[in-house]
């Protein structure tokens, strides 16, 4: 792994709130080793907005688990930690990964029956990496995806800020769920997250529209759904099912509820803000590259009209569900240290029963984001 000091509370690195400020596992209130970092942007993670706080003269984050941890999972952890405090892993040996890496792999569209026209020569596929047959069972769990930088757009789609609407777009295509190796894969178009970094393969920590087999972290078959999953946005619960934060089913009066794989349809997730009094959330689904948009709601509820969305999905400020906007400065200390609604982008999982390569493959393309003036 590695290792990076400064100076902390001296010039641009991060000021540590708390006036006893230790090392301990635990500890009582803030000042007595339960402190925390004022700007998760300053606390050692890679940002192009801080080009010089490398990190802090502290622990940046630790995990604690069982002595039988196995090789695997600790090589998640060690990518998790590399990717997030941009540290060069030594080694990969037992860590599971797309094809191409978390970017997935170019596609070429006309390779592909039923090809989705107009969108160029490629697409992006992403499918575990090959591996031999005599080799480690390490595929049992894979994540790849996208999220915008803070550079992107002169940082517009960074900590957006609750005057904006948000819009996430994307073509998706779901290929060979049948495979006797997969037990739940999914792509999911992903608002106002926490962390681009889940806990688990469908553990999201921000809204998001998902399309594939996964509900509440379980494979639900081989026949590809979109929910919308709204989980905990606490920061000891964040990206978890409790508090009634489990995934709802959708279907649309149009497209119906069931949908296939070897078929490309077109995603959209929609995040509207009230100012900080709560975010309506609108989920979209198309057969005809985005031409048509065909509005998805709770399976078994009527049709939805403009204006007339339910209100469960109605994020009021006071739900566990609730993320706020960067601009919040009424938000719940007690939830969260610092306003957490804060990446956007798409996040692609993949696991496998025996740790084999699953040949199960996710195809996207055209990942668009949008913001309105609300």
């Known amino acids: 792994m590695g290792q990076r000091v400064i100076t902390a509370n ?3 690195t991060p000021v540590i709130t708390g006036r006893f400020r230790s090392a301990r596992i635990g500890g009582y209130r803030y000042d007595y080793g339960a402190g925390y970092i004022d700007d998760p942007d300053k606390a050692g993670a890679k940002d192009e907005n801080q080009p010089n706080n490398a990190s802090f003269n502290d622990l940046a984050e630790w995990f604690v688990f069982e002595d039988n941890l196995s090789r695997q999972r600790r090589q998640q952890m060690e990518r998790y930690l590399s990717d997030k405090y941009d540290i060069e892993m030594s080694s990969s040996t037992y860590l599971s990964e797309m094809e191409g890496g ?20 490629y697409c992006r596929a992403y499918y575990q990496e090959a591996t031999s047959s005599n080799a480690y069972l390490i595929q049992h769990e894979t994540a790849g995806g996208g999220f915008l930088k803070s550079t992107a757009d002169s940082g517009n789609f960074y900590k957006v800020q609750s005057q904006s609407a948000i819009s996430l777009r994307m073509h998706v295509r779901a290929e060979s769920l049948n495979d006797a190796n997969h037990t739940g894969s999914q792509v999911a178009l992903v608002a106002k997250a926490t962390s681009p970094f889940g806990h688990g393969i469908d553990g999201i920590k921000g809204y998001a529209l998902k399309f594939g087999t996964l509900k509440d972290n379980y ?30 089913d959708l279907s649309s009066s149009i497209l119906g509820e069931t949908f296939a794989a070897d078929t490309w349809y077109t995603m959209r997730l929609d995040v509207i803000p009230s100012g900080h009094n709560y975010d309506r959330i609108r989920a979209y689904a198309s057969t005809d590259a985005g031409s048509t948009w065909n509005e998805l709601s709770a399976s078994g509820a009527s049709a939805l009209a403009q204006g007339a969305f339910p209100s469960s999905q109605d994020i009021d400020r006071s739900s ?53 003036t609300v």
């Open 10 to 12: 001296h010039g641009d």
């Open 102 to 121: 978390p970017e997935g792999t170019a596609q070429v569209h006309a390779s592909l029956s039923s090809a989705l026209s107009g969108n160029g020569t």
């Open 219 to 248: 494979d639900q078959g081989d026949t590809p759904k979109f929910r919308l999953s709204l989980r905990n946005g606490d920061q000891w619960l964040d990206g978890k099912t409790s508090e009634s934060c489990g995934d709802i």
């Open 320 to 372: 566990p569900k609730y993320r706020y906007w960067c601009n919040d400065n009424r938000y719940n200390k007690s939830r969260v240290p610092t306003p957490n609604g804060i990446h956007n982008g798409y996040y692609v999982t993949l696991s496998s029963s025996s740790g084999h390569t699953t040949g199960t493959k996710y195809y996207v393309d055209g990942f668009t984001a949008k913001l309105d």
